[in-house]
């Protein structure tokens, strides 16, 4: 018998990789599962595929471009009136770009959509979140933040583009900012996790060095295996406390000492909020 409370659950980049194996976890455990993707038919498809293997699923798409603020904002005040509450945030989506890319708003686009994205629409759903009766928030970081540097003057662009600095910056700054969220959520019932989830977009990894490939090799697991992980800092009972970690297959895992510098995460995070132009909490 499920005698698990369903939670509603809200997964960005939910249409490929990860993203779709955890939403389709999630639903076939009798969540509602809302999952965002960049444009409705990938969405759809995905949705189809659902109901197709879970015909009592609660899956929904919704589309959303995290390289846009005002698309962001747009979809949060469209969530608030439609949703009384969100249990789980899952951020998730991640772009990987191999040549320099900028978003609408001027900034590097893996920094801009794989992270200052996921600020915003953090901050701005925190409402919701605190409707919940315990809020979780994950964050899809990923091992290649080991090779990450905040460096305060690339975030517009400006720098010689490597889309491997460029990558393992933004999952840095999703780690910092996770671990900033846990110690700004202390006194709220929202706890916020980060987590590697195996399976980093692939052609990152094609463009490593041949012994930094070697290295991480080991690390690269199916979607399935990262959205394991996923689902258990969503939804396991065990973890409802649990704060201000980073996990890897399923356990604590060791992030690196830049990712545990809280002045770090404090000036980053105080920088993001003047980009996005939102109050600190």
Known sequence: INTMKTKTILITGGETGVGA?????LAAQGH???FTSRNAEDGAQLCQEINTAFPRANIK??????SSFSSIRLFCSKLEKEFDAIDVLINNASLAPLTKQKTRDGFEAQFGANYLGHFLLTQLLLDLLNEASRARIVHTSSMMHWLGNIDFGSFHGEKFYDPIRAYAQSKLAILLFSNELSRRLKRTKITSNAFHPAGT?????FNLPRAAYLTVKPFIAAPEEGARTAVLLATAPHLSESTGKYFSKGEPALSSPRARNEDLALKLYEVSAGLCQVEAL
Request: net charge neutral; no cysteine; charged share 20%.
């Open 32 to 34: 509602k599962v809302l």
């Open 21 to 25: 194996a955890t939403a389709r976890a």
């Open 201 to 205: 977009p692939q052609e990152i990894y």
């Open 61 to 66: 798409n919704l589309v959303l471009d995290l």
